[in-house]
């Protein structure tokens, strides 16, 4: 764990992406989030708000195949 990670025991809750920005992973859907999309919100740390939002196409697992 590094001093600009934001977590419990548990979970990454965020990540200081530079001073004074905090990176959050949105799981909403009302934010564009779901199986085929990540969304991460930049926000103030000084005052709580947000700055801006990104999405990103997420990664396809490969899957296995077992089956010869």
Request: with cysteine; proline share 3%; hydrophobic share 30%.
């Amino acid at each position: 764990m590094t001093n600009d990670e934001l977590r419990c025991d548990n979970k990454l809750h965020g990540i200081l992406v530079r001073p004074g920005v905090m990176e959050v992973r949105c799981n909403s859907r009302f934010c564009g989030a779901g199986r085929e999309a990540v969304v991460l919100h930049h926000f103030d740390v000084s005052n709580g708000k947000l700055i801006d939002t990104q999405r990103f196409k997420e990664p396809r697992r490969k899957e296995s195949n077992n089956a010869n």
